[in-house]
């Protein structure tokens, strides 16, 4: 849920509503009588930090006539520590208010849906809320350490209502399995973005894959309004709804948000049949014209990006605090043995084309193919391990990609010494 400053503005929405009035003086007069909660919740919108949506509390102060809107997605791509803080994992948001009526026409103009859910809370338990809204929002408190999943705007708002009811909500919802992962809610809010989804799925560990329950689950705002409409409070009358009501403030045209992940392994296997298919041809090509440069360039263009996005993935997991990528079983699949392999791939290209065919190129195929043989039996081992307690990651896409671009990488250079085992060739 990572909101940037060009959404500074986005982050609320509503309109002012009065609450019920109290029926005696007395009532009118208790801390907190005068405020009216809500639960706002936003769509998803375009942009990459807006596809999880957003939430945020909003208070109506009949007293004063203020509405304000407090959410915790605030940050700023300007601060000059923003791009070290991204790359280490170590980011840093705040919080804030802001009045509602501008940013009901900002969430409007991006086409995003806003709900709002009054809450049932007691005056005592109002004021308690508005209170700590009040302390969070002071300069020296409003900044916190971001975790995408855990501690995140969405679960800012979640702990600070729920710290208001008492712990209700987390009694309600903690042993509540959903039967999803962090992984499956990310997969299904990112797949209409295919290098977004492809980044994600490959650079995310096996810390997304063990299930989560509600609890956690409200780490998306919508999941939140959803869980929210079930819980109950006890009172002296018996059980009542957590939602007094609810309402659509703005109406986006845009389609809801996919509740199942539609891409998947398959998707991935024909993207990398249809590079095959490519070097195939490009071999067969070169054979014709006595030249087989084609397809070892196609191999050597693949290794850079498995080699490359393996360091990456490497250092994600050694050199950061981006916990999710931790334990990440796709650095089986793009590994950074493969920067070494297009190195190689390239220097045999040279090599041909220079020398023909030579003692000099053979050895420079061969070790070639050793590294290769290594880089794929890497891949397969990955697939191997699936079957084992630990391995457990959620990686068919990263799998069904790279496992066959490596053996085909392998085929091409055992193919290319066979066919010029005794053989005189000149032209490279």
Not at 176 to 185: A, E, G, Q
Not at 213 to 227: G, K
Not at 281 to 308: E, K
Request: with cysteine; glycine share 8%; net charge neutral.
């Amino acid at each position: 849920m990572i909101r940037g400053v060009s959404a500074l503005l986005l982050c609320f929405c509503a309109f002012g509503m009065a609450g019920a009035q109290p029926s005696t003086s007395e009532e009118r007069s208790e801390p907190g009588s005068s405020l009216t909660v809500y639960l706002m919740t936003m769509g998803p919108g375009d942009q990459v930090w807006e596809k999880f949506g957003h939430n945020a509390i909003w208070i109506h102060d009949e007293a004063n006539g203020s509405d304000i809107a407090y959410n915790w997605g605030l940050f700023d791509f300007a601060d000059k520590d923003f791009i070290p803080r991204f790359i280490q994992g170590r980011m840093r948001y705040s919080m804030g208010g802001f009045d509602l009526a501008e940013t009901l026409e900002a969430y409007r103009s991006t086409n995003r849906t806003v709900w709002a859910q009054e809450l049932n809370l007691t005056p005592a338990q109002r004021q308690k809320l508005a209170d700590f809204v009040a302390w969070n929002v002071l300069p020296e408190n409003r900044h916190y350490a971001y975790d995408y999943f855990r501690d995140n705007c969405s679960t800012r708002v979640r702990d600070a209502l729920d710290a208001a009811l008492g712990g209700v909500i987390k009694r309600a919802s903690d042993s509540v399995s959903t039967n999803t992962t962090f992984r499956f809610h990310t997969a299904r809010l990112t797949q209409d973005d295919w290098p977004i989804f492809t980044g994600t799925m490959f650079g995310l560990g096996q810390p997304v894959d063990p299930p989560i329950s509600a609890w956690e689950e409200m780490f998306l705002p919508v999941r939140m309004m959803d869980r929210f409409r079930s819980i109950r409070l006890a009172s002296a009358s018996g059980d009542v709804p957590l939602v007094l009501s609810e309402r659509v403030l703005v109406q986006a045209t845009r389609p809801p948000e996919d509740t199942d992940v539609r891409r998947g392994p398959i998707a991935y296997l024909v993207i990398s049949a249809a590079i095959i298919l490519l070097g195939f041809m490009l071999y067969a090509t070169g054979v014709r014209r006595g030249r087989r440069t084609g397809a070892i360039a196609l191999a050597a263009w693949w290794s850079l990006f498995a080699g490359i996005g393996g360091a990456l993935l490497a250092f994600l997991w050694a050199f950061t605090d981006h916990l999710y990528s931790y334990r990440n079983e796709n650095v089986f699949q793009l590994n950074p043995l493969s920067l070494v392999l297009a190195g190689l791939l390239i220097r045999l290209i040279w090599v041909r084309r220079r020398d023909g065919q030579s003692a000099r190129s053979t050895n420079a195929l061969r070790t070639s193919l050793h590294v290769a043989a290594a880089v794929a039996g890497l891949s397969l081992l990955g697939l191997v391990l699936q079957i084992l307690p630990v391995m457990n990651q959620a990686n068919g896409e990263a799998i069904a990609l790279a496992l066959p671009l490596h053996l085909s990488v392998v085929a091409l250079l055992a193919t290319v010494m066979r066919g010029e085992s005794g053989r005189n060739v000149t032209a490279a």
